[in-house]
């Protein structure tokens, strides 16, 4: 059986241009280190399989058909979770990283975009000072589509 580790990976670059690193939760397998809990910042999403260098940059070896959204608020992130806990619920996703003002939202890519961003939406009605983004859905440098999840909704 394999146990359960954490490794240190670059989520980003500050603007003074330092490696921001997270930690992140990980199970060994033959192709490489599966996430076991999307990241808060990282561009990765649980079941994702990834190698990590020396230098602490990993590659994604295999996307695990999750996406994973980072959100953020200036009011109290629990009453957040009251009011979109339900719509993640029924969409078979799941919340991790809570903290007083933020949280990360890991659900399957096959529940579609347009549902998951309703959940966001209506949340968002409520909370106007909250914010969300997806963190693997768009290039870092370039904020361009990674369009990783096309050959995942073909197979389904």
């Known amino acids: 059986m394999s146990s359960i580790e954490s490794v240190e990976v670059i989520a980003g670059i500050s603007p003074s241009g ?10 060994p ?8 809990s999307s990241p ?13 260098d020396s230098k602490k ?8 058909g999750n996406l994973n959204i980072r ?3 200036r009011s109290n992130a629990n009453q957040l979770l009251e009011i979109v806990a339900k719509g993640v619920e029924e969409l078979g996703g799941e919340i ?25 939406e209506h949340m968002m009605s409520q909370f106007p000072e909250t914010s969300w983004a997806y963190t693997n859905v768009f290039d870092s440098e370039t904020g361009e589509p990674l369009n990783w ?3 995942i909704l073909s197979e389904q």
């Open 71 to 73: 959100v953020v608020s």
């Open 40 to 52: 808060l910042f990282a561009g990765l999403a649980k079941l994702d399989v990834i190698t990590v």
């Open 29 to 36: 397998t033959q192709q490489g280190l599966q996430v076991t």
């Open 149 to 151: 999840w096309g050959n």
């Open 96 to 120: 991790s990283n809570q903290s007083e003002r933020f949280f990360t939202i890991t659900v399957h890519v096959g529940c579609e975009f347009r549902n998951i961003e309703k959940v966001l």
């Open 57 to 64: 940059k990993f590659s994604i070896v295999q996307h695990g």
């Open 18 to 27: 330092e490696a921001i690193v997270e930690r992140v939760g990980v199970t």
